[in-house]
């Protein structure tokens, strides 16, 4: 069974950092592509990150986290992190790593990531 379990959301001010985690487990993560999705209050689910299976050399970021976001893995700790800087206010939204690219295929239950002065 698929088990995710994201970590280190919180409440942060505008221009503040934060590092999420996702610890995975049930199926093999080292050959499998890995994904950071959101959603924001009253919005759709919308894809923040993403990166390839292995070395994770093969990265790719949603324009509006790019320059702001690093995606990196530890296939050892079977682990998928989340690296947010320069957070704004509709960056504020419940935070999913996923299986696969893009949105994702199997999410986990999320962490909140609240962005207010």
């Keep these: 069974e698929v088990q995710l379990v994201e970590s280190g959301g919180g409440l942060v001010q505008p221009g503040g950092s934060l590092r999420l985690s996702c610890a995975a487990s049930g199926f093999p993560f080292s050959s499998s592509d890995m994904s950071w999705v959101r959603q924001a209050p009253g919005k759709g ?41 320069s957070l704004k206010t509709e ?27």
């Design 91 to 117: 960056d504020t939204a419940v935070y999913y790593c996923a299986t696969g690219w893009g949105l994702g295929d199997t999410r986990g239950q999320g962490t909140q990531v609240t962005v207010s002065s």
């Design 45 to 85: 689910l919308e894809g923040v990150a993403s990166i390839g299976a292995g070395s994770g050399s093969r990265q790719g970021y949603a324009y509006y986290v790019k320059d702001r976001a690093h995606i990196s893995r530890d296939n050892d700790k079977n682990t998928l992190y989340l690296d947010l800087n």
